[in-house]
């Protein structure tokens, strides 16, 4: 759709990976990080709530601003396109030549298909969030509805079965280098290798002053996030320790969950440990143009969070 409108495949990479990334580095309520961070330092996840939303609303129209001025730039002149630039194919892994731009309007059978969608989505966070829902339950879920889909569509099974494995094939590069990220943080886990960079990061920060702590803080989570991928393993390893040096210098526990998940956010948008990879497989573009593009991106955030976090611990 982004191609046949005129954009190259970072505009629909950024709307959908970016903006994924730009919501977990606020995290306002996320389970997997705020909640287990904020239950670790002893606090409630509500506090703070108010400078993540803060920080959600200013980065996300950053981040907007950001995308939206590459994509007119490119649709004016397709030259500009980091994808061009650096000589890479600018042909999606899907045909563009099947898009047929027509009026067209929904009928009740897709605003029904829409509707099974939606509440497909709606039960897999309902259960996440209430009923504590992981991998086993959301593959139910969506199982359950692609065999209500096919059921709803009169699908043939033979029909059905060669879809369900023509799309779970598609994914198989992908699941084959989250394997790998993976595998990365088990050895540098298992090797105690996390241990130690833990173990001598908080002997380099424990005697600064609160503000440029904060800052340094967010900076080791930027480094961390490259080697434990995992949200909740980061808040369990790290927060112990570099949770109670904040304490000790004075700084809210609000405030090094905050500098926790900036700095989770932020690096997300380039580690190869994390779902960037896939993305990028998906849609055919190199790590390469990625970093190209988000670059600018990452030292703006990485300012606006640092500012920001400098501000809360000297005046609130």
């Given amino acids: 759709m ?18 994924t990334q730009i919501g977990q580095l606020s995290s306002i309520s996320n389970p997997f990080s705020t909640v287990i961070a904020s239950n670790i330092l002893g606090i409630n ?16 129209f950053v981040s907007i601003f950001y995308l939206v001025r590459y994509a007119q730039k490119v649709k004016k002149n397709p030259e500009r396109s980091i994808i061009y630039r650096t000589g890479e194919n600018l042909q999606s892994p899907y045909p563009v ?3 047929e731009l027509r ?3 929904l009928d009740i059978k897709t605003k029904f298909l829409l509707f099974l969608f939606a509440l497909t989505f709606i039960i897999m966070i309902t259960g996440v969030i209430f009923f504590g829902w992981w991998l086993e ?16 569509l009169r699908l043939p099974e033979s029909v059905f079965v060669e879809k369900f ?28 290798i996390s241990d130690s960079l833990l173990y001598h990061s908080s002997l380099l920060v424990g ?15 930027l480094v961390f996030t490259i080697f434990i991928a995992s949200t909740s393993g980061m808040a369990v390893v790290t927060m112990p320790i570099l949770g109670s040096l904040a304490l000790m210098l004075g700084i809210p526990g609000n405030d090094t969950v905050n500098a926790y998940l900036f700095g989770l956010g932020i690096m997300n948008l380039i580690s190869p440990t994390g779902l960037l990879l896939p993305s990028l497989a998906l849609v055919n573009v190199s790590y390469k143009s990625w970093l190209k593009f ?16 400098v501000i809360s611990v000297m005046f609130f």
């Fill in 2 to 19: 982004f191609l046949a409108a005129g954009y190259d495949l970072i505009v629909p990479l950024g709307v959908i990976f970016l903006g």
């Fill in 45 to 60: 996840w509500i506090s703070g709530i108010t400078e993540r939303i803060i920080i959600c609303i200013i980065t996300s």
């Fill in 97 to 99: 030549q099947a898009i």
């Fill in 103 to 105: 009026d067209v309007r």
């Fill in 137 to 152: 339950e959301m593959s139910a879920v969506f199982i359950g509805a692609s065999i209500i889909f096919g059921i709803y």
């Fill in 165 to 192: 494995i023509t799309g779970a094939a598609s994914l198989l590069g992908v699941s084959l280098i989250i394997g790998v990220a993976r595998g990365v943080t088990i050895v540098m886990n298992e090797g105690h």
């Fill in 207 to 221: 005697n600064m002053p609160p503000a440029l702590f904060i800052v340094m803080l967010m900076t080791i989570y």
């Fill in 294 to 309: 988000i670059s600018p991106l990452l030292v703006i955030l990485y300012i606006i969070c640092a500012v920001f976090l």
